[in-house]
């Protein structure tokens, strides 16, 4: 199937959200992993997002170091191969700062407005701003603009109010009280943003998390303030769950919290450390394995057809398709892909 139009990305976040589940959100830093998310999804007959981070839009342009370059390549690449896997997948950008707002986020919401006055749709679903280190007033002025771009855009805001603890791709939060979002700053935000009239977008609250790769126990996550927030914000605006919401940092959660944050109104789950491990893991089994294949040792020349970059990227691929796979059943979206 192609991308999701954005009607279809809609459609894709009601439905998650009315029966119970979450998309996986896999990060991705290539064509091979762009491929590999795109296997995992098909393999569990999930709809998903594939998104791509500030550092990678960079790394995607080669030595031409240049954010919009790269993550334009990649979008036409994605919509290219997408069309023949049986799934929707939507494409979003990730936590983009204030100081990459002018060299990424903005000249792409100008290159899907374009597009659209054009009668096309927009190549990227979604964007993220993650104003998340700034007084939560200038992160609200700001999202109110995006937000307007992103109706004219056509795509869909992701917000961040409160800090996800640890680092990535060169995004770092603080481990201080903003991790755990407050009632009030859920009301700031929907006061400033609204419900859905004055455009959709997808709010990342935090309850504790923390960006990188932690055993189970090891971050101290309280997925019940997100319905303590969505209880609060029912009584002021009389909608039951009124926002829809981003788990980020979610590696080590259990199942359990998983669960509960997704039955509080998560419909997306951000997917990276474990997804990257999978792959990386597969790559340095099949070298150790075969070091004397894929190296010239003491004069000789080695086994071409084990040095041979698809040797070992298409079981890397597999790997990386099984945990996304996981993700998707452990998050209720497999097997539910839209007809």
């Not at 474990?274 to 150790?288: H, K, V």
């Not at 004069?299 to 071409?304: A, H, I, L, S, T």
Request: charged share 20%; proline share 4%.
């Amino acid at each position: 199937m192609p991308i999701a139009t954005p009607d279809e990305y809609a459609h894709m976040l009601d439905t998650a959200k009315a029966a119970g589940f979450a998309y996986p959100a896999i990060n991705v830093t290539s064509s091979q992993t762009l491929n590999a998310a795109l296997r995992g999804f098909a393999e569990a007959e999930s709809d998903g997002i594939i998104q791509v981070s500030v550092g990678t839009a960079q790394y995607l342009s080669g030595a031409a170091n240049h954010r919009l370059a790269g993550s334009l390549a990649l979008a036409a690449y994605a919509h290219e191969v997408a069309c023949h896997y049986s799934v929707r997948i939507a494409l979003h950008t990730d936590h983009c700062p204030e100081g990459n707002l002018e060299d990424w986020v903005l000249p792409l919401l100008d290159h899907s407005i374009r597009r659209v006055k054009g009668g096309q749709l927009p190549l990227y679903q979604s964007h993220m701003w993650d104003g998340s280190a700034l007084p939560l007033g200038r992160n609200l002025e700001v999202a109110r603009r995006l937000l307007e771009l992103s109706q004219q855009a056509r795509t869909i805001l992701e917000v961040e109010v409160g800090v996800v603890g640890g680092e990535e791709d060169g995004v770092e939060g603080a481990m201080d009280e903003r991790l755990y979002t407050t009632i009030d700053d859920a009301r700031r935000l929907v006061g400033e943003l609204g419900t859905g009239a004055q455009g959709r977008y997808l709010a990342a609250l935090t309850f504790g998390n923390v960006h990188g790769a932690y055993e189970p126990g090891h971050v101290k996550l309280r997925p019940a303030l997100l319905g303590e927030i969505q209880a609060a914000l029912a009584d002021q605006t009389g909608i039951d769950r009124p926002l829809d919401l981003v788990f980020h940092g979610g590696s080590g959660s259990t199942a359990d919290e998983i669960r509960q944050a997704v039955g509080h109104g998560v419909v997306k789950m951000n997917i990276d450390s474990d997804t990257q491990y999978a792959f990386t893991r597969s790559i340095a089994g099949y070298m150790l394995s075969r070091y004397d294949q894929v190296l010239k040792l003491d004069g000789e020349v080695g086994v071409k057809k084990s040095y041979d970059p698809r040797s070992w990227g298409k079981p890397a691929e597999q790997a990386m398709a099984g945990r996304v796979v996981d993700a998707a059943q452990q998050l209720g979206s497999a097997g539910r892909r839209l007809k």
